[in-house]
């Protein structure tokens, strides 16, 4: 049997064996190994509930966990067990890496799957989207993060006389200036060129808008790279810098939200993960912390969709196991439990956000209001647009700026001017 036929009857028993009530002893079910990256204490938390899950039925998840947020590190560690010829069996992508991957051949195709759970039904166009490849379904998402989100410590911001978190950039500066004042660092940052681009484009959307964003950074385009908004903005994002603390180097972004859970500093820039840190703190939305959309970007929707691709595998035993994976990632009880724990919210429209928390609600709503309005971005810094060529460019000139402070606003801006936009590296070889 060829294998992706074998993969599809192993996808028919791994739906068969989904829908069987849970198996007292079933140790010799198979194994799927799978690569991730969360490390984090939310994030941890969220894993271990898909862990306990496959457990149920006797599936054993073996870890191949790669540290480094945004899962930079772990993209390096694939090609190389891929090249090597040790896929494992399911990996976490996101945004055309997904692309990248299907189109060398390496991913199972899930549509049996896809088309007796009727995934085009539960899952929003844009999603549907992301996750085929010439027009068959290759991953699973599994959540919906935001990006653009301010989170801040209330008790803090009391000492400091701010009243409320700062809805526009203006007022965040000036939030930030009686922060220092009091003696708090007003903005945490660590030190990832990923964690330099969360900020970066959270600025890049205050000061141009969605329009300038999708043209400038989206899209590329000279002119807009190089016009007075994109001076603002790398100006503005200078000035942020000045709020931030000098011990940043070598920082994880979880320490920097750490910062702000222990009231140390006030604010940080950073996607909804960082609501799971505050959640394994015991601390609760509007009590002891807030989320509000990040300053001046209140309408936008910065996005980032983590999903598991399948990699073709010869055992049908791994092969049951991936079917299996593949199955329960999009059901209602999983999406649920992994998102309450990991700060996003459910990929699949069909779960209802009743048990998740004003943050999580807040988000969905938004999300559907700004898929309406074109004001629904995918997130540069977290892998959702362009090709892996153009994000590293991209981020080089901008963690440089951030972390040189003598260079000049015009010299990173002409930077910005002449990158080359090399191909995307999921075109046609
Ligand atoms: C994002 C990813 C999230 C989160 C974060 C920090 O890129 O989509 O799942 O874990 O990085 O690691």
Redesign the pocket.
């Known amino acids: 049997m060829s294998t992706s036929k074998k993969w599809i009857s192993g996808l028919c028993a791994a739906l068969w064996a989904g829908l069987m009530p849970p198996v007292a002893h079933a140790s010799k079910a198979g194994e799927a190994e799978v690569l991730h990256?969360?490390t984090s204490g939310g994030?941890a938390k969220s894993v271990e509930e898909l862990k306990t899950l496959l457990a149920q039925r006797g599936y054993t998840w073996k870890d191949f966990v790669v540290v480094g947020?945004?899962?930079g590190n772990a993209m390096v560690t694939l090609k190389q067990r891929v090249a090597d010829g040790k896929p494992p069996a399911a990996a976490t992508l996101?945004g055309p890496a997904i692309q990248e991957w299907a189109a060398q051949s390496k991913l199972n195709d899930l549509d049996v799957m896809a088309q007796f759970d009727k995934w085009d039904d539960k899952l929003p166009k844009v999603i549907v989207d992301l996750m085929k490849y010439k027009g068959h379904y290759v991953a699973v998402p599994i959540n919906i993060?935001r990006v653009n989100w301010l989170w801040s410590n209330n008790a803090v911001l009391k000492k400091a006389g701010v009243a409320a978190p700062p809805k526009t950039l203006d007022e965040f500066f000036a939030a930030a200036d009686k922060v220092k004042a009091a003696g708090f660092v007003p903005l945490a940052h660590g030190d990832q060129d990923w964690q330099d681009f969360t900020v970066f484009e959270a600025v890049a959307m205050a000061v141009g808008g969605p329009g300038f964003f999708d043209k400038a950074l989206l899209q590329q385009d000279k002119a807009a790279l190089g016009s007075e908004p994109m001076r603002k903005v790398l100006e503005t994002y200078r000035r942020m810098k000045s709020y931030t603390d000098a011990g940043a180097s070598g920082r994880d972004?979880n320490v920097a939200t750490d910062m702000v859970i222990k009231g140390k500093a006030a604010f940080q820039i950073m996607?909804d993960?960082a609501k799971g840190e505050f959640l394994v703190a015991n601390q609760k939305p509007g009590v002891e912390f807030s989320c509000t959309v990040s300053p001046g970007t209140g309408g936008s929707f910065l996005f980032?969709v983590?999903s598991l691709v399948m990699f073709q595998l010869k055992l049908w035993e791994s092969q049951k196991a991936q079917g299996f994976l593949a199955y329960q990632l999009m059901q209602p009880v999983f999406q649920e439990q992994f998102n309450l724990r990991k700060g996003s919210i459910p990929a699949n429209t069909k779960v209802p956000l009743d048990k998740f928390d004003s943050c999580a609600q807040t988000s969905g709503k938004d999300f559907l209001a700004a898929a309406k309005d074109a004001t629904l971005l995918p997130s540069i810094a977290?892998g959702m647009a362009l090709s892996s060529a153009q994000q590293a460019a991209l981020k080089a000139v901008v963690t440089e700026f951030w972390q040189d402070d003598k260079m000049s606003v015009a010299d990173a801006q002409a930077k910005l001017v002449a990158l080359t936009n090399p191909a995307p590296t999921n075109a046609k070889k």
């Open positions: 990256f969360w994030e947020g945004a899962g996101k993060h972004w996607g993960w980032v983590d977290h």
